[in-house]
């Protein structure tokens, strides 16, 4: 496991669209699970500006996980993704595999996760990432797997159907075997709201096997935490 730590999220941002050029322009194709959240926005604005001159017909994008709402929701991770890198760079459609939010749920989880095994290549017999970056809640959730339903995380599917703990809301989640099977699992985790969590679970102090992001451990031991200080500042130096 490696940790990176940046004074602020704008540093977090340009020091992890660094590492993914460099991982975009060394491979022949990169396939991608995206996150959503406040993090990749930053990390989206940046790359539509330094890095359109990356050759994007490489890149194969994908969504680690996503709310049950049509892609012109404002809550579509989908669109915010469209709206801040995907309209600014020439990437060929073919290469954006979306989830369909506004499809129903539980059919939209059994095809993606077809989609996933036809896509990506399957290594020891699981569809495998390239690179997987996630993010976590609060309550120490990543992608759409929250602690009151960390069982999702075990699934044998790829993808499964998931309820946000406070608003009902469902969302669609690619699985603990995916992410873990990834070659590499890059967290972009700022702001002091995160810092308890992270100290807990990097730690491995008590309790913290119930926080969902404690059970990212890629085969691969290529694991990635780019965090910015107010996250960090629980650790020790």
């Known amino acids: 496991m490696e940790l990176q730590k940046f004074s602020t999220k704008t540093e977090v941002a340009h020091g992890f669209s660094a590492y993914l050029e460099e991982l975009i322009t060394k491979n022949k194709t990169t396939h991608i699970a995206l996150s959503g959240g406040s993090t990749p926005k930053v990390v989206f604005d940046y790359m539509a500006v330094h890095c359109k001159d990356l050759d994007w017909s490489t890149v194969h994008l994908y969504w680690g996980d996503e709310r049950c709402v049509p892609p012109s929701d ?8 469209l709206e801040h890198l995907l309209s600014k760079i020439d990437i060929p459609k073919d290469n954006i595999h979306r989830v369909l939010g506004e499809d129903i749920p539980e059919l939209e989880a059994e095809r993606y996760g077809k989609v996933l095994e036809q896509e990506l290549p399957i290594v020891e017999g699981l569809p495998q990432f390239d690179l997987v970056i996630l993010g976590m809640g609060d309550d120490g959730h990543t992608a759409s797997i929250f602690p009151h339903e960390i069982n999702l995380w075990h699934s044998e599917n790829n993808c499964e159907v998931a309820i946000h703990p406070d608003s009902g809301q469902r969302r669609i989640t690619i699985t603990g075997k995916v992410i873990n099977h990834a070659k590499t699992v890059a967290f972009l985790v700022t702001g002091a ?36 200080e107010e996250a960090a500042s629980e650790l020790s130096q």
């Open 74 to 81: 404002a809550e579509s991770n989908y669109k915010m993704t």
């Open 193 to 228: 709201a995160k810092s308890e969590k992270v100290r807990l679970i990097l730690n491995k102090e008590e309790g913290y096997e119930k926080y969902p992001a404690s059970l990212v451990a890629p085969t691969s031991n290529d694991l990635i935490w780019f965090m910015d």
